[in-house]
Each structure stands twice: as C-alpha cells, then as structure tokens.
C-alpha cells in the first residue's frame, strides 16, 4: 500500500523577503520520511488572504496531509486561521478551550490576554486543538489542514503533539554509497541499474573533496531487500567495498 | 512602478525527503530583495514529470520570472530540462553551443563527453544559455524562465551571472580569468582589486581538477572598459598570461 502524502505550507513574508530562513521545511521533511508519511510539495506564499486560501484549497484536495507553518501569533499581519477558515468556508471565533489553555502561559492568566493574544484563540468551527508545550497557543487541524506556528521551537513540539496521532505508512529507509568518480562516469551504469530496479529510488548527488569530484549515490524506498540487492550491485558497477 | 515579481521552483526529492536541506530560497530571497525584484511564491516539488510541468506553467504566468533549481546534471534522474521544454510546448536536443561549453571542464575536452555528459548540452529550442563558471554544464532561460544548478555554489554562480540582465536591462559583461590556485590563497590579492573596482562584480568560483585546486575570477559588468582594466590587474597579481 502506498504511504500516505503530504504538503507543507509555509505563509510568512518573512521568509520571502530574505529576511528570516527558514527550518521547519527540513524539519518536517526529516520526521515525515521517519514515519513513512511523503511529503510530495512545499509551497511558501505571502502574508496575503487570497494566496493562503488557494493554496490551501489546492494543496488539501490534492494530498492526505497539509501542514501549514506561520501566521498564527498575536499581531495584525497573523493572519492565517481566519483565511484556513475562509479556504473550507466555516466560521472562525474565539472559543473558550482555547483561551484556557492560552491563560496557562499568563502568571495571571486571562487577565493577561489583551485584545492582541486573544487572537491567538481564534479557532474556525470544529478545528480540533494542537497542543503547544513551549508557549501554549495551540495549534489546530481542520480536517486535513494542520495548522502550526512559523517559529521551529514551536513547530517542532506541535509536530511532536501531531504525528502519533496521525496515520503512518512504512518508514522510507535508505542506503548511500560513497562513489569517488564525477557523477558524468556514473550515470551511464547508475541509469542501468536504476532500470532494473523500478521500485527504488535511486538518485546520485555530486560532491567535492580536495581530492577531486564524487558522487553520493542514495537508494530509497520501503522494501529493505530491494534496497540491499540495488545497493549491492552500485558497490559492484563502481567497486565499492 | 511596481517592482517585478518572481518565483522560485525547487525540483528535487533529496529536498523532499529531508536529506538535504535547500539553501538555495535564502539565497535568492536576499539576492531578489536587493535588486528590487519581489519573491511572492517558491514550490518545492519531487522528480516527476508532470510535476514539474505543471508547476513551471502555472508559476510562469503569474509571475514576471520564474527561477528553477536542480534537475540538471547528467544521471537519469535529471528530468528538468526535458520538462520545461514539455511545459513550453517546444523541442529539446543537445546542442553545438552547449557543446562547446560543455568541453571546456574537460582536459580532453569533446572527448571526455560521454553519452551521461551530453545530457548537460540539451538545451530547449530558442533558450539563452546562462554561465557557469564553476563547472561549465550551462544553465538556460526559456521566455521567462530560468533553470539553473541545485547545488548551491553553481546556483549562486548562475544567478550571479543573469541578475544583472533582468535588474538593470542592460547586457551583462563578464570576463573570466582561471588561477591555479586554491581560494584561500586568491582571496587576498583579490579584495584588494575588488575594492579598487567597486563598479565591477568580482566573484570567484573555486574548481578541483586531478592536479589541485584552482579559482575561476569571473569580472561582471556594464563597462566594457572597466572590466578589461580589472582583469588585466586579476591577471597581474596571480601571474596568469
């Protein structure tokens, strides 16, 4: 069975501008292979309604998961929950389970939250919350749309709060070899090989050493024998111990 | 006037799969940012055909450029060029050009151009080749777009050589001068010019060959003049004929 898929949205002008780079693409690249969940897309877009809410809509039709990044905190340009909510057409509030958790961040709890964090609890109509361990506003899923904070430290604990519940498929496991040669004298035998074995993905990723160029050639997919068998026969074509 | 836009097109499952963390969108942000040219979108997508296809016509009708990274090296799993012809509706083939450029990183020069290398010549009917000078396989602009290395010291090599001609719209010169040298020893002598040509882009590019390695000191700019003054100076410091 194929593993489920998935995309990351990444809202933040910020990042666009050159100003902020960003991390939690290669995050959530990391732990999604780890639990054989695919991730097929990454979109970035500006802080901008329309352009969150055609990428949602087109990103959540098209794969199982959609994890957005950004645009959840407390200030006039956070924008990206009223425009989630926009994108599947439900209404969006305050709602109270919200402002609870939020008041444990607050020594004097809701006494606390201004008119500013109080954004910070406005959830669209049926979201299920995502716990944030780091600075408690919480994240949301609606439906397939899993909607998180921009900063990693608090990506990463939402994601933590997030995976298990969430369908996994089989690992994507992977194996590199090491070949000193230029990925030109590579290919031809790499391309051979990568006939036969239609069901790993071999890619070849060049690198450079004093000594001269190489290439790192990565077999992966979910079948450890299939994996082992085409690795064996990249040792073979190159003469790789 | 409204500053131009543009988008960024990452191709690649190594991104993807969390192997490798992209380095490319940071650099370009900041690169965009500082010629006035707004970054409003990247996509991040794996090797597949339509895939890339898609992404590079939708990408290219609402933005005024379009930047690609990766895709383009000589292993069978280098499926960009190929795409973005497909996406244009237009042919592909090796060619002389290309070639002939192509040549040049080799000792034995069309020799050393096996069938794998000949991959790194095709080039869509009508596109504007764009240089490399670090490892020659040259990127290219269809209308557009512009498809360049995904790794980042050939992607930051490019997009040096082409920014110029989309900000200012006037014909970028360049000279290049090899010194067989390794950066660290270039790198001295070389501020000291570069100060002095505070008009004239100096970059360099380091390379390995089997005998050690060495710098390609690229000049960029508008002045014809100017430039043939700094390489002259770059060719006297290190001695180069």
Same mark, same amino acid.
């Given at each position: 069975?194929?593993?489920?898929?998935?995309?990351?949205?990444?809202?933040?002008?910020?990042?666009?501008?050159? =100003?902020? =780079?960003?991390?939690?693409?290669?995050?959530?690249?990391? =732990?999604?292979?780890?639990?054989?969940? @695919?991730?097929?897309?990454?979109?970035?877009?500006?802080?901008?309604?329309?352009?969150?809410?055609?990428?949602?809509?087109?990103?959540?039709?098209?794969?199982?998961?959609?994890?957005?990044?950004?645009?959840?905190?407390?200030?006039?340009?956070?924008?990206?929950?009223?425009?989630?909510?926009?994108?599947?057409?439900?209404?969006? @509030?305050?709602?109270?389970?919200?402002?609870?958790?939020?008041?444990?961040?607050?020594?004097?709890?809701?006494?606390?939250?201004?008119?500013?964090?109080?954004?910070?609890?406005?959830?669209?109509?049926?979201?299920?919350?995502?716990?944030?361990?780091?600075?408690?506003?919480?994240?949301?899923?609606?439906?397939?749309?899993?909607?998180?904070?921009?900063?990693?430290?608090?990506?990463?604990?939402?994601?933590?709060?997030?995976?298990?519940?969430?369908?996994?498929?089989?690992?994507?496991?992977?194996?590199?070899?090491?070949?000193?040669?230029?990925?030109?004298?590579?290919?031809?035998?790499?391309?051979?090989?990568?006939?036969?074995?239609? @069901?790993?993905?071999?890619?070849?990723?060049?690198?450079?050493?004093?000594?001269?160029?190489?290439?790192?050639?990565?077999?992966?997919?979910?079948?450890?024998?299939?994996?082992?068998?085409?690795?064996?026969?990249?040792? @073979?074509?190159?003469?790789?111990?």
């Amino acid at each position: 069975m194929a593993n489920p898929t998935a995309a990351l949205l990444v809202i933040g002008d910020e990042i666009l501008s050159g =100003r902020t =780079r960003d991390a939690n693409m290669y995050h959530l690249a990391g =732990r999604l292979t780890a639990v054989g969940i @695919d991730l097929k897309e990454v979109r970035v877009v500006s802080d901008e309604a329309q352009e969150i809410q055609e990428a949602v809509n087109a990103l959540r039709g098209k794969f199982d998961h959609v994890f957005t990044s950004g645009g959840i905190g407390p200030t006039h340009d956070d924008i990206t929950a009223d425009n989630v909510a926009a994108a599947f057409g439900i209404g969006i @509030d305050v709602r109270e389970d919200a402002m609870e958790v939020l008041a444990t961040n607050y020594p004097d709890g809701r006494a606390s939250i201004n008119e500013a964090r109080m954004r910070m609890a406005r959830i669209p109509d049926g979201a299920r919350l995502i716990n944030n361990p780091v600075s408690k506003a919480p994240g949301f899923s609606v439906e397939n749309v899993h909607v998180m904070a921009g900063v990693p430290k608090i990506f990463e604990a939402m994601l933590d709060s997030l995976l298990p519940e969430l369908a996994a498929g089989q690992p994507l496991l992977s194996e590199t070899v090491r070949v000193d040669l230029p990925e030109g004298e590579v290919a031809g035998p790499l391309g051979e090989i990568a006939k036969v074995f239609a @069901d790993v993905s071999i890619g070849s990723y060049p690198f450079t050493t004093p000594q001269g160029l190489g290439s790192n050639v990565v077999m992966r997919g979910t079948d450890a024998a299939r994996i082992a068998a085409a690795t064996a026969q990249v040792r @073979d074509a190159f003469g790789v111990k």
